[in-house]
C-alpha cells in the first residue's frame, strides 16, 4: 500500500488549517488512500501552530513542522518535502484554493506511472484588477526569462519519490519550486483545475512582494538578464560607432558639432546604462553571496506527529 504525503505551507492561516485538514482528511480516506499531512508553519504570528497542533489530536497523521521564524513559502514547500516519508508527495495551499478532488484525479495519474503531475489553473480565480494585471504582467516576464509557462503554473503538484529526492539533492538555496519540479524532467503530465475562492484569511501577496519574488525567480533561474547587458552594451557600442563616424566626418568638413547639449545627453544617457548594468550584475552577485554563505534553508523549532512530539528524532535542516 502506497502512501500518499501532502505538504501544506501554511502562514497565518488559523482560519483555515482546521478546515482543510478536515477536507483532506474526508477525500482521501473516502478513495481509500492512506496518506499524511505535512504542514508547515512558516512563523505565523496568529493561532496556525495551535491549530495544527489541535488538528493532530484529531488526526494522527498529521506532521507539523514549526519554523523559527517566517522564511517564505519557497522554504516551507521545501520543508515539507523534506519531512514527508510518503511514496508520493503532493504540495498544495493550506487556504483551499487548490480543490482537495484534484489530488484524487492526480494520484490516478500517478497510478498510470506519470512521475510530475502539474496542477494547471483554469483561470486565476477571483483577484483584484491590479492584483491579476500585475501578477499577469510578472508571470509573463517570467515565462520568458525562465521558458516555462509560468501564465498557469501552479504550485499545485504531485511527484514521485524519486523526483522529490532530486529537488532535495539540488545544493542551491534560493530554490524556485514552481519552475524547478519541471526542471527536473521525469515523466510529467497536468491536470487543470479551478482555482477556489479564498474562503478566509487573506492572500499574502501584495502587489510589491509579486515585484520582488519575480525578481528573486527569473534570478533563481535565468542568467538572461546578464546577456541583456552584453546585448545592451553592444547596442550602445553600435550606436557609439555610428556617432564617431559621423562627427569626425563633419569635423574634417569643418563643421564640427557643436556639442553641449548633445555631451550632456550621452553622458547621462551611458551613465544610466552602466549604472543600470552594474545593478544587474551586483543582483545576481547579491544571490552569489547569499548562496556561498552556505546558510540553512530555514530552521525548524519543533516537529511534532499527531500529538508526539518527534523533534529530537527527525531530521532537521537541509
Ligand atoms: N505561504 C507561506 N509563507 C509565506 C506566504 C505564504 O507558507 O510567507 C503559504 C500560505 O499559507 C498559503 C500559500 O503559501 O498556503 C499560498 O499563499 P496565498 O494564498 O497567500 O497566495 P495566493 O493564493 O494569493 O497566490
Ligand atoms: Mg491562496
Redesign the pocket.
Known amino acids: 500500500m502506497s502512501t500518499l504525503s501532502v505538504v501544506?505551507?501554511?502562514?497565518?492561516?488559523e482560519l483555515?488549517v482546521g478546515k482543510t485538514c478536515r477536507v483532506l482528511h474526508e477525500v482521501l480516506t473516502g478513495a481509500g488512500i492512506s496518506y499524511e499531512l505535512v504542514l508547515?508553519n512558516?512563523g505565523s504570528r496568529d493561532q496556525t501552530w495551535n491549530e495544527i497542533l489541535k488538528a493532530g489530536e484529531k488526526d494522527p497523521n498529521i506532521l507539523g513542522v514549526h519554523f523559527s521564524r517566517?522564511?517564505?513559502?519557497e522554504a516551507?514547500?521545501f520543508a515539507g518535502l523534506a519531512q514527508a516519508s510518503g511514496d508520493v508527495v503532493a504540495v498544495m495551499?493550506?487556504?483551499l484554493?487548490h480543490p482537495a478532488e484534484t489530488l484524487l484525479e492526480m494520484y490516478e495519474k500517478w497510478k498510470e506511472g506519470y512521475e510530475v503531475i502539474e496542477g494547471v489553473k483554469k483561470s486565476r480565480g477571483k483577484?483584484s484588477f491590479l492584483h491579476k494585471e500585475s501578477a499577469g504582467f510578472f508571470y509573463g516576464i517570467m515565462s520568458k526569462a525562465t521558458k516555462v509557462d509560468m501564465q498557469n503554473a501552479s504550485?499545485f503538484k504531485m511527484m514521485d519519490r524519486k523526483v522529490v529526492d532530486s529537488i532535495l539533492s539540488m545544493p542551491e538555496r534560493n530554490m524556485f519550486f514552481r519552475a524547478t519540479s519541471s526542471w527536473v524532467g521525469f515523466r510529467t503530465t497536468s491536470v487543470e483545475f479551478e482555482v477556489h475562492e479564498?474562503e478566509a484569511?487573506?492572500?499574502?501577496?501584495s502587489t510589491w512582494s509579486l515585484v520582488k519574488y519575480a525578481f528573486t525567480n527569473i534570478v533563481a533561474f535565468t542568467t538572461a538578464p546578464l546577456q541583456f547587458v552584453t546585448v545592451g552594451g553592444g547596442i550602445c557600442f553600435g550606436c557609439s560607432l555610428i556617432m564617431i563616424i559621423y562627427s569626425l566626418v563633419q569635423y574634417f568638413r569643418g563643421r564640427a558639432i557643436e556639442g553641449y547639449t548633445t555631451t550632456i545627453l550621452l553622458l547621462l544617457l551611458i551613465g544610466s546604462a552602466i549604472m543600470l548594468s552594474l545593478g544587474v550584475i551586483g543582483y545576481y552577485i547579491a544571490k552569489i553571496y547569499e548562496e556561498v554563505k552556505r546558510r540553512p534553508r530555514y530552521i525548524v523549532s519543533k516537529i511534532v506527529r499527531g500529538t508526539n512530539d518527534v523533534t529530537e528524532n527527525t531530521r532537521h535542516d537541509v
Open positions: 501544506l505551507p501554511a502562514y497565518n492561516e483555515m508547515v512558516d517566517n522564511f517564505g513559502k516551507a514547500v495551499d493550506c487556504d484554493q483577484e504550485d479564498r484569511g487573506e492572500s499574502k501577496w
